[in-house]
């Protein structure tokens, strides 16, 4: 009667070794999955709209003189804010939001640019807004038109709506295109918000 040949110590060793190594891998795509699960889950209710269609490029006015082009910004991650003074949700989001530029653009400079879009009738209101001095960290334009809000609200969803509504909010990520956009006020000082910007901001 034959028997089996048994493993050596080395072998015994080795397949030991393996099998940790694939208990640490499976316990670490696990921890992983949960982690990356939450992210996802967290974004979710912070009600973040994927797109993916191409940013409508806009050459628009600055509070603070010259122009702001959207191409210019390329290879940045730009956070572009549809709002106007006479709105307040649009008011009650700002606080946050500048925040979060501030932090943002301090943390990873010339990779992330805020950039707040006025629809309001002139610069006197907007500059009335804000003490007559744009906030660090935010470039400030004026669409009196609405022709690059049409256009973002188009673009986004595939179709134009039929009226407006403010504050909204898209992110143009590195290659020029939407990334994701909110619709309505948020708290942008809540983490799911920067852990969404700057997943961008890092990625290749």
Same mark, same amino acid.
């Given at each position: 009667?034959?028997?089996?040949?048994?493993?050596?110590? #080395?072998?015994? %060793?080795?397949?030991?070794?393996?099998?940790?190594? !694939?208990?640490?891998?499976?316990?670490?795509?696990?921890?992983?999955?949960? %982690?990356?699960?939450?992210? *996802? *889950?967290?974004?979710?209710?912070?009600?973040?709209?994927?797109?993916?269609?191409?940013?409508?490029?806009?050459?628009?006015?600055?509070?603070?003189?010259?122009?702001? #082009? $959207?191409?210019?910004?390329?290879?940045?991650?730009?956070?572009?804010?549809? @709002?106007?003074? @006479?709105?307040?949700?649009?008011?009650?989001?700002?606080?946050?939001?500048?925040? $979060? &530029? +501030?932090?943002?653009?301090?943390?990873?400079?010339?990779?992330?640019?805020? %950039?707040?879009? #006025?629809?309001?009738? &002139? @610069?006197? %209101?907007?500059?009335?807004?804000?003490? =007559?001095?744009?906030?660090?960290?935010?470039?400030?334009? !004026?669409?009196?038109?609405?022709?690059?809000?049409?256009?973002?609200?188009?673009?986004? /969803?595939?179709?134009?709506?039929? =009226?407006?509504?403010?504050?909204?909010?898209?992110?143009?990520?590195?290659? &020029? /295109?939407?990334?994701?956009?909110?619709? &309505?006020? /948020?708290?942008?000082?809540?983490?799911?918000?920067?852990?969404?910007?700057?997943?961008?901001? +890092?990625?290749?």
């Amino acid at each position: 009667m034959s028997t089996a040949p048994s493993l050596s110590r #080395s072998a015994r %060793v080795a397949l030991a070794v393996a099998g940790a190594a !694939l208990l640490a891998a499976v316990l670490g795509w696990k921890a992983w999955d949960n %982690v990356t699960g939450d992210d *996802r *889950r967290a974004e979710e209710r912070f009600g973040i709209s994927t797109s993916g269609a191409p940013a409508p490029p806009f050459s628009q006015p600055l509070a603070d003189g010259g122009n702001l #082009s $959207l191409a210019d910004l390329r290879g940045q991650v730009v956070f572009v804010n549809f @709002w106007a003074t @006479w709105c307040p949700p649009c008011r009650d989001e700002m606080p946050s939001m500048l925040q $979060l &530029g +501030r932090e943002l653009e301090l943390q990873y400079p010339g990779r992330f640019r805020m %950039v707040a879009v #006025s629809v309001d009738e &002139g @610069w006197d %209101v907007v500059k009335g807004y804000f003490g =007559g001095r744009v906030p660090a960290g935010l470039a400030v334009t !004026l669409d009196v038109e609405q022709e690059a809000t049409k256009a973002y609200y188009c673009a986004a /969803r595939g179709k134009c709506p039929d =009226g407006f509504k403010f504050p909204e909010t898209y992110i143009v990520d590195k290659a &020029g /295109r939407i990334a994701g956009y909110m619709v &309505g006020p /948020r708290n942008w000082g809540d983490p799911a918000a920067r852990r969404y910007l700057e997943r961008l901001i +890092r990625a290749q």
